[in-house]
Nanobody
Framework: QVQLVESGGGLVQAGGSLRLSCAAS????????MGWYRQVPGKQRELVAR???????AYADSVKGRFAISRNNAKNTVYLQMNSLKPEDTAVYYC??????????WGQGTQVTVSS
């Protein structure tokens, strides 16, 4: 069954902003590191940002200063605020639950397209 559902993707001009949301089931959200990844056709999925249950964050160098990951534990939701978007940010963005010593759980993805 679906455990992670992304939303908020769309088409935006360079320099614009989007906010992605990931609604998760409580069983996989609670206590887990959550992350956002992105993938372009023909390339491997890459880490964009991750956040611990306590709120500690980490970002890919390419998005530092532009993106911000956050989570609302009461709502079992993780967010990715994307500002100053660039065409190279265009990708399918995936939410993931990253439990310790177990395989990650992935959402279905949401398309983000940034036009020049």
């Amino acid at each position: 069954q679906v455990q992670l559902v992304e939303s908020g993707g769309g088409l935006v001009q360079a320099g614009g902003s989007l906010r992605l949301s990931c609604a998760a089931s409580g069983s996989i959200f609670s206590g887990n590191v959550m992350g956002w990844y992105r993938q372009v056709p023909g390339k491997q999925r890459e880490l964009v940002a991750r956040i611990t249950s306590g709120g500690t964050t980490a970002y890919a160098d390419s998005v530092k200063g532009r993106f911000a990951i956050s989570r609302n534990n009461a709502k079992n939701t993780v967010y990715l605020q994307m500002n100053s978007l660039k065409p190279e940010d265009t990708a399918v963005y995936y939410c993931a639950a990253l439990p310790l010593a177990r395989a990650p759980t992935w959402g279905q993805g949401t398309q983000v397209t940034v036009s020049s």
